[in-house]
C-alpha cells in the first residue's frame, strides 16, 4: 500500500516539474526542444494539438514528464508567427536571394508585405557573389533598398559578407527563408562550420532547386544569435489584406503618395500620381511597379470571389 503511494506521490511530483524550453525542430509528431541549452526529444499532448493549429519551430513550451516520457503540454504567447516558413517568435527574416536559380521576385515582395503587415522586420541577403555581377547586386539594391532593413551580399563558398552576416545575428533569432537552392543551407554551414548540413545542387533539366532541406531548424550561433534554416518554396500568398492597403506595404510608394492628388491614391488608374510620375521618371524600378500591379489585381480579384 505505502510503496503505491510513494510511487503515486513520485508521478504527481515528476508532473509537476514544469521544464520552459524552446522547440527548435519538429519532425512528424516529434519536437526535438532545447531546455536550458539540453537537447530533448518531445511529444505533444493531444490538447494541445487540439487547441493550438501546430507547433511551430520558434515556438515556447512547457514540457512536463510523464513516466518517462517528455510531453509538451502548453504553447507559451508568441511574439509571432510565420505561415511560410512555419516558424514562431522570430525577431527578422532574412529573405535569401541569388543570381540561380532565377530569382522569383514576386516571392520576395510578398514575404516584405507579409513581414511588414506583421511588423517584422526583414533584410535581404544576396547570396552566391562569387558568381554574380555588380549589375545584378546593384539591380537588388535600387529595388529594395528603401524596403528592407539591411542588405548582405554574401558568398557561402569563399565566406565573403559572412563576418558581416554573423554579426547582424548577434542576439536575434534570425528565420533565413526563400526558393529551394538559392543557398540557405550553405550559408548556415558557412556560419557555423563543422555543422555540415545536407546541401543540394540545382536540376540541371529545369535549374530549380530540389528541395533537399525538408525541416525548419534553429541552431544556435556563439555570439547568442539563433538562425533558423528552413525550406525552400515558390508558391507564397499575401495575408488577408485588402488591395487599396497593398501601398501601405511598399515603403518608398508609401513614402511618395503623400504628393499624389487623392488621399487614398491605389497608384493604379488614378491621375496625378507621385507613384506612376516617379517610376516614369525612372526614379523608382518599373519592374517592381509593375509586381505591384499584378499583386493588387490579385487581390482584388480575390476580394470579388469573396462576394461572388
Ligand atoms: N557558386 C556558389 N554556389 C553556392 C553558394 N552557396 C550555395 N551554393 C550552391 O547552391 C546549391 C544549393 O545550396 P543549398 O544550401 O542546398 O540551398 P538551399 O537554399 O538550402 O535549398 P533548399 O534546402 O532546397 O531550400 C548547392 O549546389 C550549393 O553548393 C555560393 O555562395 N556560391
Ligand atoms: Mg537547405
Ligand atoms: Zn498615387
Redesign the pocket.
Known sequence: MKERADSYAAALWQMSQINCGKVIKAVGGCYVVSINGEQTKCFAQKKVKYFYDNIAVGDNVEVIKQQDVFVINKILPRKNNLIRPAVANVDEVYI?L?VLPEPDFILADKVIINCNKQNIPVSLVI?????TDSDFIKKVKEQYKSEVDGIYP?????AQGIEALINSVTDKTVCLC??????????L?AVLPGLNK?????SIKTEK?????RHNEIHALKNGGFIV????FSLFDVLDIKADELSLYFNSFYQLSKDCRYNMCTHTAEPDCAVKKAVEQNLLDRQRYQRYLDIFEQLKTREKERFE
Open positions: 535569401v541569388s547570396n552566391k557573389l562569387d558568381i554574401v558568398s557561402s563558398i569563399n526563400g526558393q529551394s537552392a538559392v543557398g540557405k543551407t550553405s550559408i554551414n545536407q546541401t543540394g545542387d540545382l532547386g530540389k528541395h533537399t532541406t534554416d528552413t525550406a525552400g
